[in-house]
């Protein structure tokens, strides 16, 4: 089993900046890849990032890439996603994610563990 817990979720304004933290614990491997996703009320949880936890080979969503960035703390064992220049679309519960031997990284399903997420609201 894997623990995500998930922190930094507030009330940010537009242009601002927020740094989302995922702290892991429990039985991790080398060959995970950690994401994470969002979700808006009444839609679907979508992509926002991913990272292979050794390599650290990123990946991030056409909607935010230049703007958030994914990161991993090994020895922390804390995944991060830095929110720059944040817009009230990018409003949503936050949720960290990790899965083993994930191919294609912008896939809920493929995820085999979640946190609770965490709620970001961006006002204009």
């Known amino acids: 089993q894997v623990q995500l817990v998930e922190s930094g979720g507030g009330l940010v304004q537009a242009g601002g900046s927020l740094r989302l933290s995922c702290a892991v614990s429990?039985?991790?491997?080398?060959?995970?890849?950690m994401g994470w996703f969002r979700q808006a009320p009444g839609k679907e949880r979508e992509f926002v990032a991913a990272?292979?936890?050794?390599?650290?080979?990123?990946w991030h969503a056409d909607s935010v890439r230049g703007r958030f960035t994914i990161s991993r703390d090994n020895a922390k064992n804390t995944l991060y996603l830095q929110m720059n220049t944040p817009k009230p679309e990018d409003t949503a519960v936050y949720y960290c994610?990790?899965?083993?031997?994930?191919?294609?990284?912008?896939?809920?399903?493929?995820?085999?563990?979640w946190g609770q997420g965490t709620q970001v609201t961006v006002s204009s």
């Open positions: 994610a990790a899965g083993m031997g994930v191919l294609i990284m912008s896939t809920p399903k493929n995820y085999d563990y």
């Open positions: 429990g039985r991790t491997s080398s060959n995970y890849a």
């Open positions: 990272i292979r936890w050794i390599g650290g080979s990123t």
